[in-house]
């Protein structure tokens, strides 16, 4: 009744888009959650363990760093486990990937939780790294934390091949944005403007991504879309998009999430979301 009432209210109230259809679609996951994963992907991404499982013992050689986070909210420079946004595996798999490709640039289109973490290996690892952080709204106080901040929305930023011209070869293009892929949305720039056209060796991250399985209920019923183009990329080029570290896979994969067991033996894990929903990949 609850839900209903907000969905209703929601409804009247301006700042809201409406997404009205002709036709009616039953909003449910495809693959997985009882039935098979793709196919096809889960094969593409199968193919690829050799590479999760170096990434995964290089997050173990952080332990004692990642076991020394608190598992809330304490200093606004510092992440924190319970944070609402970036579960165990992403945070854990930022950090490492970051010091393990010590790009130069940073670019986070759609910022917050994950430029604490961003910004926390870079000091920890003496990084020579530059952030530049693209969100009209970040979910944190972190103006403070980026070199270089940009209040607007990416679809707004007539200037947007500025990150394609300071992308190279282990730099790192993180995305968390708004997961749907609509006329003239973030998502949809990401996929058309940009990474078409990114240099060999860059580093992409797109958070909020289940392949090969479909995005869970929750998040149909957001109408989030942009993992069916991402898939598209990889299905066509898997050579060219390379998957590098994808979460939800090593998340249901017990011999890959097994591998990293041990940091969430400790008071300040032992209560942490584990699971990844970031999707990691290399240009090639």
């Keep these: 009744m609850a839900n209903s009432l907000k ?3 929601k409804l009247l109230m301006p700042k809201y888009q409406k997404l009205i259809l002709e036709y009616k679609i039953e909003m449910k996951p495809r693959y997985g959650y009882g039935t098979k994963p ?12 050799s590479v999760y499982e170096v990434f995964l013992k290089e997050i173990l050689t952080h332990k004692d760093t990642f076991q020394a986070i608190k598992s809330e909210n304490s200093d606004e420079n ?3 486990w319970n944070n609402h946004f970036l579960p165990g595996l992403d945070i854990i798999s930022l950090y490492t990937l970051l010091d393990h490709f010590k790009p130069k640039n940073y670019i986070e289109i759609g910022s917050g939780n994950s430029t604490k973490v ?9 990084l020579p790294t530059k952030i ?3 969100d009209p ?15 607007q929305p990416l679809e707004n930023i007539k200037d947007y091949q500025f990150i394609i011209d300071e992308l190279n070869e282990n730099d790192i293009l993180f995305i968390d944005n708004s997961h749907r ?5 973030d998502a949809t720039v990401c996929f058309l403007d ?11 991250h797109i958070h909020d991504i289940y392949l090969p399985y479909d995005y869970p209920q929750f998040m149909c019923d957001r109408f989030y879309s942009e993992q069916y183009v991402l898939a598209a990329f990889v299905l066509a080029n898997p050579e060219k998009y390379k998957p590098i570290f994808p979460g939800i896979f090593i998340s249901e994969d017990k011999e890959l999430s097994s591998i990293v067991s041990p940091i969430w033996d400790h008071p300040n894990t032992r209560n942490v979301e584990r699971h990844g929903g970031s999707f990691w990949l290399q240009i090639n």
């Design 194 to 204: 940009l990474l078409p056209y990114l240099k060999k060796g860059v580093i992409v």
């Design 38 to 49: 793709h196919g096809l992907l889960y094969e593409i991404i199968d193919k690829n363990r």
């Design 78 to 80: 510092q992440p924190a």
């Design 118 to 126: 961003a910004r926390k290996s870079i000091q920890e690892n003496s």
């Design 132 to 134: 530049t952080s693209i």
């Design 181 to 185: 892929c609509l006329p003239n949305s």
């Design 137 to 151: 709204f970040p979910r944190a106080n972190i103006d403070h934390l980026a070199d270089v901040v940009i209040r």
């Design 7 to 9: 969905s209703f209210v």
